[in-house]
């Protein structure tokens, strides 16, 4: 079973993801199923899935009946090491939401900047984020995001969020 980090600058913290249930992972994806961290009256369950080779987290979050309630999509550097099985994901600050009648929030690029200001994170992290950021969003605005990670959870595993 691997282990999974996130590591996050702004607020500085290292969060262990590996009771997270582990539903499916090659080489480009990692597929968990999870329930938030700090109990939250909206949010019950959520699936994610981290696409390894494009640096992206996007999580399907559900209520208690787990309908969907938003996307939500992180941007993350990812280490993999193979002799730990464990998985590093840095979270790089922006985030990008998707609510179900398609609009779409860009959060916390105030963080990513204050964060390379204050020598947190890498010129590379920070052009890194900015790239991934952009190579999202143009996706969510030319083509069915939402649908199209959820038919890579449905495939891989079966299970899909309820929209």
Known sequence: MPKIYRIRYIPSETINLSADRLLYRDEKHLITEWEPIKPRDDVRHGISCVFLDKGWKIS??????RKLIYWYCDIVDIEYNRETDSYLLYDLLVDIKILPDGRVEVYDL??????????LITEKQLY????????????????????????????????????
């Open 60 to 65: 399907a979050f559900l209520d208690e009946s």
């Open 110 to 119: 105030d963080e990513l900047a204050a964060a390379f200001e204050l020598s």
């Open 128 to 163: 890194m984020s900015l790239r991934q950021s952009n190579g999202l969003l143009q996706l969510i605005y030319t083509s069915d995001l939402p649908g199209y990670v959820n038919s890579i959870i449905k495939d891989y595993t079966g299970v899909e969020a309820e929209v």
